[in-house]
Each structure stands twice: as structure tokens, then as C-alpha cells.
């Protein structure tokens, strides 16, 4: 549901070669040096930890006993390493925020919920030259329009407001604004589990957000003035949006793969 942008007007900024020369002279007297020292400092902070990590990785490898997954006190006051399945016992059931998706949830280490909207949106191209005389520089900077699904409410009232620029977007996306989001939809955002079992063993937060949230997660029917459907992707659609798409809404959740539970930790 996209295509080729619509071009606006342009604006035009100069900036004279005086004022040209004056930065390049602050660059090369104050900040040059800052950055020369700055740099040396970070190199060598970079070669003195990369040396420390492979030595605490040799060390590690020598020190570290792998266990199995029946006993929790298996490897008490070593560094222990276990490949165990998670387990979805004492889990509790993680739903997404808003009215609409409320009685829905998933039970697992994680619930990722991305929500999108179909809007209009601006683009700014500047390309700056040379002026013929004088050393200044001229910057000229296009609009375009075109529309795209948006993680976050686009503004058109901050839309550039010229005769040529408005027409574009009107050329593109029509008169239709970009709707406010409603509190009853779901917000983007990452929900974790505080603790999972993986064997006999119990994972605590640090190591839950460490299990990748990259299943698709489908809860069930969808809501009233919503649909499951899958044109962009499968994902929930909000019945809505004008004739051209805009304000049309979709979202999508995301856990942990349970076809594929095992993981290996080390502590």
C-alpha cells in the first residue's frame, strides 16, 4: 500500500563564506584536538578490555561444569553451564495494554506487541552546493509525500505549509488527516516474565529477556471492529481508515517459539 511520492516546493538557505570560515577555524583550533585525545583514550580503553574478555573467556572455559537439567544444586559455588527445556509451569498469562486486546493473552517468557498505522508522511531531501562566488554554500531542501505504516502518530498539521507543498500531499494523500490513536489499542512495547523454570533450574529476569520473542503469537478471535488477516503479514486489522487506506490500523504480537524450547545458560 505504497508508492511512487508526490514532490512539494523547495526551500532555499545560504550561508556565506565568512561565517564558513570562521566555523572550519573553531573546528580546527578547540575541537580537533578534543576529539585527537578523545580518541586515543577510547583506543586504548577498547585493546585493554578486549584483552581482559579473552582471558576471563579462557578462564571461564576451564572453570565452567555442565550439568544436567534434574537438579538445581548440581554445580553448587562453580560456574555451571545447562541446556534444559523452559517450561511453562507458574508462568502467568501476559496480556497486551489497551481495552480492545484485554481479555486476550499468552503465557511464555515474553510478549512483544507491535502496532502500526497506515498515514501520510512527509520526507525532507536537502542538497547543498557550492555558491559560484563569494565561498558560501546554498542549501535547497524538497518535500515529498507519500504513505506508509507508521509505528507512531504522524502530525500533518507540522507539515510544510506552502501553496506548492500542500498541494503535493493533498496530490498523494488526499484531504483525509492522520487519525489520533485510540487508548483502547494495544501500545508498542516488550512484556517479560520475572522468573521461568528451564529444568529444575529457575531463570530470573536478566536471563528471561535473553530468550528471543521472535514466534508469531495468534490470541484467539479477534475483537470487535477488528480482523485477522494477512495482506502486509499476519497480524489483527482495525476496521477503519478512508478510502485510500489512511487511519487503517494493524498489530502484530510476538513470543517465544514453544515448538522449540530448549536453552543453554551459564552462571
Known amino acids: 500500500m505504497s508508492g511512487s511520492g508526490s514532490f512539494g516546493g523547495a526551500d532555499v538557505t545560504h550561508e556565506s563564506g565568512v561565517s564558513r570560515f570562521c566555523k572550519s577555524i573553531f573546528v580546527a583550533v578547540c575541537?580537533?584536538?578534543?576529539?585527537?585525545?578523545?580518541?586515543?583514550?577510547?583506543?586504548?580503553?577498547?585493546?585493554?578490555?578486549a584483552v581482559c574478555s579473552v582471558r576471563a573467556?579462557?578462564?571461564g572455559k576451564k572453570a565452567v561444569t555442565e550439568v544436567g537439567c534434574d537438579s538445581a544444586t548440581a554445580?553448587?559455588?562453580r560456574l555451571?553451564?545447562?541446556?534444559?527445556?523452559?517450561?511453562?509451569?507458574?508462568?502467568?498469562?501476559?496480556?497486551?495494554?489497551?481495552?480492545?486486546?484485554?481479555?486476550?493473552?499468552?503465557?511464555?517468557?515474553?510478549?512483544?506487541?507491535?502496532?502500526?498505522?497506515?498515514?501520510?508522511?512527509e520526507k525532507?531531501?536537502?542538497?547543498?552546493?557550492?555558491?559560484?562566488?563569494?565561498?558560501?554554500?546554498?542549501t535547497e531542501t524538497t518535500y515529498s509525500y507519500d504513505m506508509q505504516w507508521m509505528s507512531s502518530w504522524v502530525d500533518r498539521s507540522k507539515f510544510n505549509q506552502a501553496a506548492?507543498?500542500?498541494?503535493?500531499?493533498?496530490a498523494k494523500c488526499g484531504d483525509v488527516v492522520n487519525p489520533q490513536w485510540s487508548d483502547a489499542w494495544?501500545?508498542?512495547?516488550?512484556?517479560?516474565?520475572?522468573?521461568?523454570?528451564?529444568?529444575?533450574?529457575?531463570l530470573p529476569r536478566e536471563y528471561v529477556k535473553q530468550v528471543p520473542l521472535d514466534s508469531q503469537v495468534t490470541m484467539g478471535t479477534a475483537p470487535a471492529r477488528w480482523s485477522f488477516q494477512k495482506p502486509d503479514g499476519e497480524g489483527y486489522y482495525f476496521t477503519g481508515g478512508g478510502s485510500n487506506g489512511?487511519?487503517?490500523?494493524?498489530?502484530?504480537?510476538?513470543?517465544?517459539?514453544?515448538?522449540?524450547?530448549?536453552?543453554t545458560a551459564l552462571g
Open 124 to 138: 525532507k531531501h536537502s542538497t547543498t552546493k557550492k555558491d559560484k562566488a563569494g565561498g558560501g554554500t546554498s
Open 80 to 121: 555451571v553451564m545447562f541446556s534444559c527445556d523452559l517450561k511453562k509451569d507458574g508462568l502467568k498469562p501476559l496480556s497486551p495494554s489497551g481495552e480492545d486486546f484485554k481479555e486476550r493473552s499468552f503465557q511464555g517468557t515474553g510478549l512483544e506487541t507491535t502496532i502500526e498505522m497506515y498515514q501520510c508522511v
Open 57 to 59: 573467556i579462557d578462564e
Open 246 to 263: 489512511i487511519g487503517r490500523v494493524r498489530v502484530k504480537f510476538a513470543g517465544n517459539d514453544w515448538k522449540h524450547p530448549a536453552v
Open 75 to 77: 554445580g553448587d559455588g
Open 31 to 49: 575541537v580537533a584536538p578534543l576529539v585527537l585525545i578523545g580518541g586515543v583514550c577510547v583506543l586504548g580503553y577498547n585493546e585493554h578490555r
Open 164 to 170: 506548492e507543498a500542500r498541494a503535493a500531499a493533498k
Open 186 to 202: 494495544p501500545a508498542n512495547g516488550v512484556q517479560y516474565a520475572e522468573e521461568v523454570q528451564a529444568g529444575a533450574f529457575t
